[in-house]
């Protein structure tokens, strides 16, 4: 199964270790489902982890480490719009 997930998922997972995005994100890391990033998504989450509200809560390496590992992903220039009759499922076990 391939899975992209929102940057605000990412961002949640750095910020509530053992929440529900991190243990999202631990599933990838796991190798339960394939992750599909961009580079515009690694991009987004450097630029957000700099944000003054964010940056005192973030520590930089644990961004760094997320990013160096997202891009072991499958990582596309650009990921694909969905229109608005695209079906989405989201689960969570």
Known sequence: MRVVL???ILVSALIYPRGAPDAIYRAWRA???DLVT????LEELRR??????????LPPHRV????NNMRKASVA????????DTKVYFTYA
């Open 6 to 8: 929102d940057t605000n």
């Open 64 to 67: 760094g480490a997320m990013i």
């Open 77 to 84: 220039e650009q990921l694909p719009t969905w229109g608005h």
């Open 48 to 57: 957000v982890s700099r944000y003054p509200k964010l940056r005192s809560i």
């Open 38 to 41: 961009s580079t515009t998504q």
């Open 31 to 33: 190798h339960r489902f």
